[in-house]
Each structure stands twice: as C-alpha cells, then as structure tokens.
C-alpha cells in the first residue's frame, strides 16, 4: 500500500495563516489610528500567531518519531517566536497599549518581510468580529 499524502497539512496552513497575517499587518501599518477597525487587525494578527505556534508541534512529531531531533529543536527555535508576539498583542490591545503593539508590529514586520503578497490580495476581510471575539475569549476565562 502507498502513503497517504495529506494535501492539507499544518505546513500549508501555517503558510496560508502567515500570508493572512502579512496582509492584516500591511492594513494595520497603512491604517494608521487606533479604532475599532485597527483592534480588529491586531486581534486577528494575534488569533493568526497563536494559530501557527499551535501547530508547531504537529509539525515536528513525525520528526522526532523518526529521531531527527535536532531539525526538530531548530523548526521549534525557529517559530517560537509566534506565541510571544500573539501573547504580548493580546495583553497590549487589552490594555491599550498602542506603543508596544506598534514595538511589537515592527517585529513581526522583520519576521514577514520574505512572504511574497499580492497587491490585492483575495483573502476578504477575515479580521472583522476579531476584537469583539478576544473581548469576549478574556472575560469569559
């Protein structure tokens, strides 16, 4: 029997979520003032880099089942960044603290700089709502 090749894996995702947080990121910066509008962006970028820190593990798995545990060790090093920068968006925005999102955005500027966008691209407006989802997520815990 052949392998089973999953077309949708985590890495493809992860791509999809990072392209999704490029494109957030380039909205927020060209933005500009605090609002609704800007604590959606932020919300979202957040959502989008707790999404692929989650999956880093994932990833790695087959790896380390395989023994390859310094590519593992290196994949994780290389992306942990990702729920360091989601964990201090969230406690920013939380906060209002619209000096460390902007420390913070610069950041993840130098991070997403390599990913390849569109000028338009067709991704819609997934961050609506995404404010009012975290307000929601932190004062329900």
Request: hydrophobic content about 40%; charged content about 30%.
């Amino acid at each position: 029997m052949s392998r089973v090749i999953n077309p949708n894996g985590v890495g493809k995702e992860r791509n999809q979520v990072m392209k999704a947080v490029a494109v957030s990121l380039r909205e927020l910066l060209r933005h500009g003032q605090p609002d609704d509008h800007s604590r959606d962006l932020v919300a979202f970028i957040a959502f989008g880099l707790k999404t692929v820190g989650e999956g880093i593990d994932s990833t790695v798995a087959a790896w380390e089942k395989r023994g390859y545990w310094v590519k593992a060790d290196r994949f994780r090093l290389e992306w942990e960044w990702t729920s360091q920068v989601s964990d201090g968006l969230q406690k920013a925005l939380l906060s209002d603290d619209w000096g460390e999102i902007g420390r913070l955005s610069v950041q993840l500027g130098q991070k997403v700089s390599h990913i390849k966008l569109a000028k338009n691209p067709r991704i819609g407006t997934p961050w609506e709502g995404a404010w009012r989802k975290l307000k929601k997520l932190t004062y329900s815990a």
